[in-house]
């Protein structure tokens, strides 16, 4: 209870204290990395110090938000492409027995095939816009997603179905009441895949073919040997990929109930 | 609750007639019960208990109608089962507790499949059953916030809120550690004293079977046939735990017992 009146600052204080060792181990390798880098002089063309990157961060803060934008928004339509394709098809592979053994040929086909390699070919089909750029983000985040859902919905136990039959449950009934619920965990489980690897899909599409876009700027500022921009680029489109895993993170835990694994990490968390 | 102890009887019979169940494996067919005929009492208690395998989950299965007999007809009431019976409880071995609701929303869960009305009735009723199931405090918990034997105890809630004619339970408590088993047993004994509803009470375990029941069906091993059918009325109700010293609980268990050393089921 008293944890629950405590102010924020006094909360922040209580987490510090016992995570200290995550947040003193970067500052510590970031210190080094600053010291070492002066101390052997290195040419900030091959590793600038961190202080650097985050001067050029700044002084280019305009530019890298806005050229942000443009990939975030390439990394999030893709990803919900991913999801709107990938669930219902999920959904149709498990209701139909017969689709899932060719469906399984399929994938594990598909998954050798590496997608960002597809990004040249599919430069060449839909051009130097925004388009080849989304279908790679949708084709890497897809296959994740559709994986855990199957897996997913699949994870009902026949005990559970036979409750839901013994009380009369329709088959809709069975599947939103049973089924998805306990197929939720998975299916965000392969969300936090899919957006990470969206985030990859949209930058490599970039690197192949872009007037805008981190990934193009990256390119870009690493031709005229640029380091400190690549640098900073690569800060950014970690910490948006950090920021989308936690946000979907978040979401999760608004929308499921009662997760073990979940109230555990909380506790964990509170201590 | 007066009203309720005084209306002796909510329970439906049942009645099988030559029911066996043959199942196809790649072996070949598997003879898993052999012509059972049987007529259970409206608001009967009635155990079965057999060694393993001897088809006692699949009779219960066949009577819930989530499984079809291979041959011979079983009734609940006036209706012939052919498709899965909704009109019946049923607590499994595992408590299948959807681990996304509440204790309340998990007991309501029925309520809300069959649509059920007024919901506000049914919500007292669930209230009522988790205080008597010594669950009060916990209706708004998760279920991984509970013991195993809580979580089973709110399945028997979840089973017995649409106050059904007929309870099945198939091994309900064999996942339950010894001294959890005695306290739901008692548990048990007094929630049915006061729904008397006709429950079908599946076990291995003769001490617990002799405890709850009216009557006893003892079962061969595979293909499971009925070996004898004691009644227990010697026993009187309402009864608790210390009825397990007197002489006659312990002579049923000794009958029964005798009749599995006699078949070679035990030695």
């Known amino acids: ?271 | 609750m007066g009203a309720v102890e005084s209306k002796l009887s909510s329970g439906l019979p049942v009645r099988l007639d030559g029911v066996s169940k043959t199942y196809e494996t790649s072996n070949g067919p598997m003879r898993a019960l052999e012509d059972v005929s049987l007529q259970v009492r409206e608001g009967e208690f009635l155990s079965i208990v057999g060694p393993s395998g001897c088809g006692k989950s699949t009779l219960v299965m066949m009577v819930s109608g989530l499984l079809p007999a291979t041959s011979g007809q079983i009734f609940v009431g006036d209706e012939k089962v052919q498709k899965p019976y909704t009109k019946l409880g049923f607590v499994f071995q595992q408590d299948v507790l959807l681990d996304w609701r509440t204790v309340l929303q998990n007991v309501l869960l029925p309520v809300e499949i069959k649509h059920l009305a007024p919901v506000e009735l049914y919500r007292q009723k669930a209230l009522d059953l988790l205080k008597m199931s010594g669950l009060s405090g916990f209706e708004q918990r998760y279920p991984y916030e509970l013991s195993g034997g809580m979580r089973q105890r709110v399945s028997i809630c979840r089973a017995l809120v649409t106050s059904p004619p007929l309870l099945l339970m198939d091994e309900p408590f064999g996942a339950l550690d010894a001294l959890t088993r005695e306290q739901m047993n008692s548990d048990l004994v007094q929630i049915w004293q006061q729904t008397r509803n006709t429950v079908l009470f599946i076990t291995h375990n003769i001490d617990e079977a002799v405890f709850l029941a009216d009557r006893v069906l003892v079962m061969s091993k595979r293909p499971g046939r009925i070996l004898s059918l004691l009644d227990l009325k010697d026993i009187p109700r309402p009864r608790s735990l210390k009825v397990k010293d007197t002489p006659e609980f312990q002579k049923f268990v000794a009958n029964v017992r005798d009749t599995f050393v006699n078949q070679g089921i035990l030695s």
């Open chain 1, 1 to 271: 209870m008293s944890q629950r009146q405590e102010n924020g600052a006094g909360r922040l204080w209580k987490w510090l204290k016992s995570n200290y060792i995550t947040v003193l181990l970067p500052v510590i390798g970031i210190l080094l990395w600053e010291i070492l880098v002066r101390v052997f002089r290195t040419p900030t063309y091959l590793l600038p110090a961190p202080s650097v990157i985050i001067g050029t961060t700044l002084e280019k803060i305009h530019l890298l938000l806005f050229q942000s934008w443009v990939t975030l928004y390439e990394v999030l339509i893709g990803f919900l492409l991913g999801v709107v394709v990938a669930v219902p098809l999920a959904v149709v592979v498990v209701y139909i027995p017969p689709l899932e053994k060719a469906f399984y040929a399929f994938l594990v086909s598909a998954q050798a095939v590496p997608k960002v390699a597809l990004a040249p070919i599919l430069v060449a089909w839909f051009g130097y816009g925004l388009l080849p750029k989304l279908v790679v983000a949708f084709l890497v985040c897809f296959f994740p997603i559709v994986i855990n859902t199957v897996i997913g919905l699949q994870a009902v136990s026949v005990e559970m179905l036979y409750l839901a039959r013994s009380l009369g449950a329709t088959g809709s009934q069975q599947f939103w009441r049973f089924r998805l619920p306990k197929a939720l965990p998975a299916i965000f489980g392969g969300f936090k895949v899919g957006i990470t690897l969206a985030v990859v899909g949209a930058v490599v599409g970039e690197y192949v073919a872009a007037g805008q876009g981190l990934g193009y700027w990256q390119v870009v500022a690493a031709s005229n040997l640029d380091t400190p921009m690549v640098f900073s680029i690569l800060v950014l489109l970690s910490v948006m990929g950090i920021i989308l895993f936690y946000l979907i993170d978040g979401l999760e835990g608004l929308v499921i109930k009662g997760d073990p694994n979940r109230a555990q990490r909380r506790q964990a968390a509170a201590r």
